[in-house]
């Protein structure tokens, strides 16, 4: 079971990411959704260091390269393609990924197992 989560011409290459909320075990929790080299990838919006979200403005993941995921508390830096944790506090860590997919012009969520 899939969930239609936006356009895909919502989510420009290497552009603003959007937000949206997930139900987990642990209840509703904040996720995005951004394309990085033309793929698509999600990640529940809690930093590995402080649960804090990561935009530093809403949609905003990207630091200025637009080469990694920046966390705006402390500048935590995660690889976009993986959720990997390779600078800051939390190094070596990782994000919580979704699996999403691309059909027909639109991004779904799947089913999280
Ligand atoms: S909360 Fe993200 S780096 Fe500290």
Redesign the pocket.
Known sequence: MSRLICASAELPDGGDGLRFMVDTANGAQAAFVLRWRGEVFAYLNQ????A?E?DWNPGKFLDADGEFLI?A????LYQPDSGVCVS???RGKSLPRLAVSEQNGNIYLEAQT
């Open positions: 930093c590995a260091h402080v804090l990561l966390c508390a402390h500048g935590a800051g506090p939390c």
